[in-house]
Antibody, heavy 123, light 111 residues
Framework: EVQLVESGGALVQPGASLRLSCAAS????????MNWVRQAPGKGLEWVSY????????FHADSVQGRFTISRDNAKNLVSLQMNSLRDEDTAVYFC????????????????WGPGTLVTVSS | QSALTQPRSVSGSPGQSVTISCTGT?????????VSWYQQHPGKAPKLMIY???KRPSGVPDRFSGSKSANTASLTISGLQAEDEADYYC???????????FGGGTKLTVL
């Protein structure tokens, strides 16, 4: 059974840093790209970051470019999101999501999702 | 690039059919088959319902179907059931620059 479990969410002040992690199991982690998607309270889904299966290629949304960095450790089946210079508008539930495990190709979308972890940025 | 456009809400009675539209541009929805749909119940993670425009993952009822015409994709739910009441989001791969777009979400109410 595929499982994704996020951790690291917290209440932090504007300008602070936070690191989220996502532990994966139930599939060959090193063979698939991974993503972070967030959802602000009462709002829709927003894609945040992508990392290829090898970790060589990364993309970030314009809204987080230069502040957030996605990384992965294939030996530990972990994907992380380093978030720096946090702003009020980064407040959201952050979901870790796989791509291509079920659908066969990463461009088809996000097939498995974790339950999410809440990040609150407030003074 | 702006989010894909979905109606804010749709509704239907049990047993009826509803269709949710998702309008993009020739650079995203209209450009390829990389369109998918997600169901999200309150407080839960999204669940993949349709991918590759019209394919259903194993376990998704065949009451859910997807289609696309030009720059607009659609999700049709037939034989509505109470448990279908949820938010639905469309997704499109939008190329190496924008990468991914989501629709704003549609709240489905089963009357």
């Amino acid at each position: 059974e595929v499982q994704l479990v996020e951790s690291g969410g917290a209440l932090v002040q504007p300008g602070a840093s936070l690191r989220l992690s996502c532990a994966a199991s139930g599939f060959t982690f090193s063979g698939y790209s991974m993503n972070w998607v967030r959802q602000a309270p009462g709002k829709g889904l927003e894609w945040v970051s992508y990392i290829s299966s090898t970790g060589e290629t990364m993309f970030h949304a314009d809204s987080v470019q230069g502040r957030f960095t996605i990384s992965r450790d294939n030996a530990k089946n972990l994907v992380s999101l380093q978030m720096n210079s946090l702003r009020d508008e980064d407040t959201a539930v952050y979901f870790c999501a796989s791509a291509g495990v079920l659908t066969g190709y990463y461009k088809f979308g996000f097939d498995y999702w974790g339950p999410g972890t809440l990040v609150t940025v407030s003074s | 690039q702006s989010a894909l456009t979905q109606p804010r809400s749709v509704s239907g009675s049990p047993g009826q059919s509803v269709t949710i539209s998702c309008t993009g541009t020739s650079s995203d929805v209209g450009a390829n088959k990389y369109v998918s749909w997600y169901q999200q119940h309150p407080g839960k993670a999204p669940k993949l319902m349709i991918y590759d425009v019209d394919k259903r993952p194993s376990g998704v009822p065949d009451r859910f179907s997807g289609s696309k015409s030009a720059n607009t994709a659609s999700l049709t739910i037939s034989g509505l059931q109470a448990e279908d009441e949820a938010d639905y989001y469309c997704y499109s791969f939008a190329g190496s620059y924008t990468f991914v777009l989501f629709g704003g979400g549609t709240k489905l109410t089963v009357l």
